[in-house]
């Protein structure tokens, strides 16, 4: 099975930017379409956004599209998500989940993997 650890979490002020990596070990990335949560406490884990094996398709959350981009190296074993322009409401813990489904979930329970988290805060 794969292992995920994410990084790259901080704290930053609206409006700007932060990256986030995912590195996968044990099994090789391609095997897997990849996804990003979040999770506010007391709030369930919510999807983010998702890219399938290849990296040729993507999906995102409505409230992301334009300011979040999500992308892969596989040769790197690393899933990313660069994350512009950021407000108040982003601000959560960010999980990297994998699958090995070929279409693009978006729900928790169809992604087989979690990484621990990293966590996300955007100042006013």
């Known amino acids: 099975q794969v292992q995920l650890v994410e990084s790259g979490g901080g704290l930053v002020q609206a409006g700007g930017s932060l990256s986030l990596s995912c590195v996968a070990s044990?099994?090789?990335?391609?095997?897997?379409?990849m996804g990003w949560f979040r999770q506010t406490p007391g709030k369930e884990r919510e999807f983010v956004s998702c890219?399938?094996?290849?990296?040729?398709?993507?999906m995102y959350r409505d409230s992301v599209k334009g300011r979040f981009t999500v992308s892969r190296d596989n040769a790197k074993n690393t899933l990313y998500l660069q994350m512009n322009s950021l407000k108040p409401e982003d601000t959560a813990v960010y999980y990297c989940?994998?699958?090995?489904?070929?279409?693009?979930?978006?729900?928790?329970?169809?992604?087989?993997?979690w990484g621990q988290g990293t966590q996300v805060t955007v100042s006013s």
């Open positions: 044990g099994r090789a990335l391609f095997d897997y379409t």
């Open positions: 890219i399938i094996q290849s990296g040729a398709k993507s």
């Open positions: 989940a994998a699958t090995p489904r070929t279409y693009l979930p978006i729900n928790v329970d169809e992604f087989d993997y």
